[in-house]
């Protein structure tokens, strides 16, 4: 499958963005989503991610009730809406698939898009 995010930008704290990642080449209901971000210096951070179905969603402690992440499987896209976002949100934000496990773990996926950047300014 492959997977093409956008809709990063800059934004003030406070606001509001949000991510698209559509996927194309498979029947993406047959995949789990994540989203993952990095920024300069650090490691890759789980941020959010999704079941199948949509029914099942996990998300790290320092989006949990800032960020929804949601899918449309008639899309082939699934979205990540940040609000009330903080400077320390800016980063390189990337989405990811895998047809076994709804993850945390990077690792874990096997397909990535490329990134879309995140500026969060104070």
């Known amino acids: 499958v492959q997977l093409q995010a956008s809709g990063g930008g800059l934004v003030q704290a406070g606001g509001s963005l949000r991510l698209s990642c559509a996927a194309s080449?498979?029947?993406?209901?047959?995949?789990?989503m994540g989203w993952f971000r990095q920024s300069p210096g650090k490691e890759r951070e789980f941020v959010a991610a999704?079941?199948?179905?949509?029914?099942?969603?996990h998300y790290a402690n320092s989006v949990k009730g800032r960020f929804t992440i949601s899918r449309d499987n008639a899309k082939n896209t699934v979205y990540l809406q940040m609000n009330s976002l903080k400077p320390e949100d800016t980063a390189v934000y990337c989405c990811?698939?895998?047809?076994?496990?709804?993850?945390?773990?990077?690792?874990?996926?096997?397909?990535w898009g490329q990134g879309t950047q995140v500026t969060v300014s104070s």
């Open positions: 990811a698939a895998d047809d076994q496990v709804v993850s945390t773990r990077s690792w874990e996926y096997d397909y």
């Open positions: 999704i079941s199948r179905s949509g029914a099942g969603t």
């Open positions: 080449g498979r029947t993406f209901s047959g995949y789990n």
